[in-house]
C-alpha cells in the first residue's frame, strides 16, 4: 500500500500509544477504558480496571480538587497534585481533566506524573548546580596525587599476593585508573558537552559495580537481580555509567543497611515510549532502556525529596551533598533521565532512570517527528 492512500491510525491506537495514562471515565466516573500507561501506573490490567469508581484508585486527597472533577462539564488543568494511586504509595501529578464533546457525563482524565516531567524537561543553567559542580573540580587536582599511590601499592600487593587474591589488586587498580578518567571528566562538569558514548553491555556494567559495592564493605546487603536479558546494548559512556551506578548501589545499600532484611534490587526493562526532545534536533532521543535501584530502607526524608539531584542537599549526617547532582549530570550527559520516587506501602524507594540504546538504522528512522511526542 502506498503512502499516499495509508490510513491514519485510529485514536483507539493512537491514545493507547501514549506514553501517559489516559482513563476514559463513564458518567458517575467508572473507569469505561484506560491506555497501557494507565494499567501501569495503576497496577492492574484493563480488564480488572473496566467499570471500577475512580475514587477507589485514585485519591487526590483536595477536596475542592474532588468536587470539581464530579463535575463532568469543567476542564481542570493541576500542576503537581499529591495523589494515592493504586497500590502504590503517594505521587506528585500533573491532571488533566475534560468533558468528552457530545457525550455527556464522559470525560477523559490524563495523570502525568511529576518526577517524569521534571526528569524529560531541559532546564536553564542553575547557579546552585553549577556552583556545587565546580566544587569537584576544585578538589580534583589534589585528588589525584594520592590516587596514583593507591594505584602504585595496588600493583606492589598484586606481585606478592596469591593467585587467589590478585583478583582483588587487578580490582583496585582497575577502579583507580577509572577514579581518574571521572576526575578529568569532573574537571569540565560545568560544560554543557556530551560525553563520548559507546555501545556498552548494561548487565555487565551492573555485575562490575556490585562487584565493588560488595568489596567495599556492602556485602551483608542481599543484591537481587531482575534482568531482561533481552535488552540491547545502551549507548552511553562507560565510565560515567559505572559512576553512576556506584553512587545509586552505595546509596541503597548505605540507606537499608539498618534494616534487620537489607536488601538491594537492581531491575533492568524495555520501556518504550519513553522519548526526549532537543532544541535544535528534527528527531528526539528515545530512552527505552530502564534501570530501577530499589531498596527497602526507611528512604529520603519527605521535606527533602524534592531536591535531592540538587547540590549540598544531603539526608546524610556527613554527606556533602554532590553525589546526587552528579549522578544527574553524568546522566543527563548521556542523554538520559533520572527520577526518584518513594513507595511508602511497601517500604520502598526507587531510583529509576531511563537510558538510550544503540539504534539499527531501521530503528532511528521509526522514530517519529519531534512534534508527534
Known amino acids: 500500500m502506498s503512502e499516499a492512500v495509508r490510513p491514519s491510525p485510529d485514536h483507539a491506537r493512537l491514545i493507547a500509544s501514549l506514553p501517559y495514562a489516559v482513563i476514559l471515565l463513564r458518567p458517575g466516573q467508572r473507569i469505561a477504558a484506560v491506555n497501557v500507561a494507565g494499567e501501569q501506573l495503576l497496577g492492574q490490567s484493563a480488564r480488572r480496571l473496566l467499570g471500577k469508581p475512580l475514587k477507589t484508585l485514585v485519591d487526590f486527597g483536595e477536596a475542592r480538587l474532588m468536587t470539581m472533577l464530579a463535575d463532568a462539564d469543567v476542564q481542570i488543568n493541576a500542576r503537581d497534585m499529591t495523589a494515592r494511586i493504586g497500590r502504590s504509595g503517594a505521587k506528585r501529578v500533573h ?78 587498580a582497575d577502579e583507580v585508573d577509572r577514579i581518574a578518567s571521572l576526575i578529568d571528566q569532573m574537571q569540565s562538569l560545568s560544560s554543557r558537552s556530551a560525553v563520548p558514548a559507546s555501545p556498552v553491555n548494561l548487565h555487565v556494567a551492573i555485575r562490575r559495580a556490585t562487584a565493588v559495592l560488595e568489596a567495599g564493605g556492602h556485602d551483608n546487603v542481599r543484591i537481587v537481580e531482575e534482568f531482561d536479558p533481552s535488552l540491547p546494548m545502551v549507548l552511553v559512556n ?113 531510583f529509576r532512570i531511563r537510558l538510550p540504546m544503540v539504534e539499527t538504522r531501521r530503528e532511528a528512522e521509526d522514530v517519529p517527528a519531534a512534534g508527534a511526542n
Do not use: Y
Not at 576544585?138 to 596514583?148: G, Q, R, S
Open 95 to 172: 491532571v488533566i481533566v475534560s468533558p468528552v464533546a457530545g457525550w455527556e457525563g464522559w470525560q477523559t482524565l490524563t495523570l502525568i506524573e511529576s518526577a517524569e516531567v521534571e526528569g524529560f524537561e531541559e532546564s536553564g543553567s542553575n547557579t546552585h548546580e553549577e556552583a556545587g559542580l565546580r566544587a569537584p573540580e576544585i578538589l580534583a587536582h589534589e585528588i589525584k596525587n594520592p590516587l596514583a599511590g593507591i594505584r602504585g601499592a595496588a600493583q606492589l600487593l598484586g606481585r606478592k599476593a596469591k593467585a587467589s587474591d590478585r583478583a582483588l589488586t587487578t580490582l583496585i
Open 238 to 350: 562507560s565510565d560515567a555509567l559505572l559512576q553512576v551506578l556506584l553512587n545509586l548501589l552505595t546509596n541503597a545499600a548505605e540507606a537499608c543497611a539498618g534494616e534487620d532484611d537489607p536488601e538491594l534490587t537492581i531491575r533492568t526493562r524495555f520501556a518504550s515510549g519513553i522519548m526526549l526532545r532537543q532544541a535544535g534536533q528534527a528527531q528526539p532521543i528515545r530512552l527505552p532502556i530502564e534501570l530501577t535501584v530499589t531498596d527497602n530502607g526507611p528512604g529520603v526524608d519527605p521535606e527533602l525529596r524534592d531536591h535531592i539531584f540538587e547540590p549540598f542537599v544531603s539526608s546524610k549526617k556527613q554527606g556533602q551533598g554532590l553525589g546526587l547532582a552528579l549522578v544527574r549530570k553524568l546522566v543527563r550527559d548521556m542523554n538520559g533521565r533520572i527520577s526518584h520516587e518513594r513507595d511508602e506501602t511497601r517500604g520502598l524507594t526507587h
